[in-house]
């Protein structure tokens, strides 16, 4: 079920309503009932790769709480086999095979590599990590094995966060589901704020820069230099508007009904390094890869060249979890490079800063950063390697093709080729402005929800209807197009 669909639509209130009507000790088989029900709607039988995850996960916290030494860690060994080994079936398995398959052909080996024609499950790579750091957290000691499997069960599968996260670890998010929640006005109309403020990026902001993105990453080769370049500066719009619309939908929702879960975005775009964007980007997943990979593999305790490797291993995982293409691994790699980088040339940048005056020193490194995430963007959207590099040869060619008339030019055929007009265009640019004032004024002040709270009623209320309208008019409601780390 999407979230911008008629069916949530109906499935939210009616189980919110439900959730608060029904006694504490029964909301859990009512919360679980609801999330099959959400998760079924896209391909019902995989719900039974849900199930099996879950009870090996449940077993296997109770064994590893309950055993010693050498034993206690085979529990954990068999629990993370089991969740990677599904993993790598559903998701890596032909990336392998087919990657295997080239290195054969090329050596001039004989051989047959199978491919196996499955669907991705919705969401696998989330609920397999939020399950696994259940398991870790119960070996390190700082968790106790829940013991109620529906419970537990409710845990891997609650629906706001089911199939793109948070990526929730059991101290905050599995203790919650053992507290009563009540009715808490102020509470509600905060958690509907936020779920309204992200179906505006995802509708209203997502949506109407994807139809201008689609069709010049589908022919890269065919377009200007400056339209690849505009093509993929609203590309990075996009993803944030689709990916962190998803999580404040996702976290307003279980808001809501009194569940806190860990914020996901913070601002990436004004970051002034690349290692800052990653404390503000997917904050859930960035800090799952610290502590279950990075911390173990020595993180930055370590000398300067096993730092340096850490942090490759890491960004290259992290490419992988989002995707079984090259274009995903180059992507992860991009981002460990620049950071390795980053390390290496430490002091040198930080006596150039200081020379600098600071307003000029931010602009320059939030400037910078931007960039050079927008190149990493590049190997993220195309469809492949190919695609990519078209798209960055041709976008290092707009100083030599940038004049007045190039802009007009490129505009047009970012509006162009889709039929969908010039206004399109200018409400995009105007939403994304929009967007930036709200997040630049939000981190001068604090959150808009709250200072919202403190207005007289004709002020909160007309910020209301404004979004309301917003939603209304601008938002690309003809088909529910899905969230784009769905696919992950």
């Not at 929640?181 to 509470?187: D, G, I, N």
């Not at 590309?235 to 009194?258: K, P, R, T, W």
Request: glycine share 6%; aromatic share 16%.
């Amino acid at each position: 079920m999407l979230f911008n669909s008629l069916e949530f639509a109906l499935f939210f209130p009616i189980v919110t309503l439900g959730f608060f009507l029904i006694p504490h000790r029964f909301r859990w088989v009512w919360l679980l009932a609801a999330s099959v029900t959400f998760y079924m709607f896209f391909v019902p039988i995989y719900v039974l790769i849900l199930a099996g995850t879950i009870l090996v996960d449940y077993i296997a916290g109770i064994m590893i709480e309950g055993a010693e030494g050498r034993r206690r860690r085979s529990f954990l060994v068999a629990s993370i086999v089991a969740n990677v080994g599904v993993l790598f079936f559903f998701k890596y398995f032909n990336f392998f095979t087919s990657s295997l398959d080239v290195v054969l052909t090329r050596a001039g080996v004989p051989h047959w590599m199978p491919t196996l024609r499955i669907l991705l499950p919705i969401g696998l790579s989330f609920h397999t990590f939020q399950s696994m750091s259940y398991t870790i957290e119960v070996y390190r000691g700082a968790h106790k094995a829940e013991r109620h499997l529906g419970i537990f069960a409710l845990y891997v599968m609650f629906y706001p966060q089911l199939v793109a996260g948070p990526i929730e670890r059991p101290q905050n998010l599995l203790d919650q589901f053992h507290t009563e929640q009540r009715f808490e006005y102020q509470r509600v109309a905060d958690g509907l704020k936020l779920m309204a403020w992200g179906f505006v990026k995802k509708m209203v902001v997502a949506d109407r820069v994807a139809q201008m993105v689609t069709p010049i990453y589908d022919a890269p080769g065919e377009a200007t230099p400056l339209a690849l370049l505009l093509a993929t500066v609203l590309f990075a719009y996009q993803i944030f508007c689709d990916f962190s619309g998803y999580s404040d939908i996702a976290i307003g929702s279980a808001q809501v009904m009194g569940y806190r879960l860990m914020k996901n975005f913070d601002s990436p775009y004004a970051s002034r390094s690349v290692g800052e964007f990653w404390r503000r980007w997917h904050i859930s997943l960035s800090t799952w890869f610290r502590d279950y990979v990075y911390v173990p593999l020595g993180g930055n305790r370590v000398g300067l060249a096993r730092n340096c490797r850490n942090l490759m291993i890491v960004f290259v995982l992290s490419g992988l979890w989002h995707g079984a293409n090259w274009t995903f691994v180059i992507w992860g790699a991009l981002h460990g490079t620049f950071l390795v980088a980053s390390l290496l040339v430490y002091g040198h940048r930080k006596k150039r800063e200081a020379a600098a005056p600071s307003s000029l020193r931010t602009a320059w490194s939030v400037a910078s950063t931007f960039a050079l995430v927008c190149v990493t963007w590049v190997f993220f959207r195309a469809k492949n390697v190919h695609d990519a590099v078209t798209v960055l040869t041709g976008m290092a060619r707009v100083p030599l093709t940038l004049r007045p008339s190039a802009v007009p030019r490129a505009i047009g055929e970012l509006t162009g080729q889709t039929g969908i007009g010039a206004f399109a265009f200018v409400v995009a640019v105007l939403s994304i402005a929009g967007l930036e004032l709200v997040q630049y004024y939000q981190r001068k002040h604090g959150s808009l929800r709250d200072v919202l709270s403190t207005k007289p009623a004709w002020v909160r209320w007309g910020a209301y209807a404004l979004a309301l309208l917003v939603l209304l008019v601008f938002s690309q409601t003809s088909v529910a197009s899905t969230f784009i780390y769905f696919q992950f």
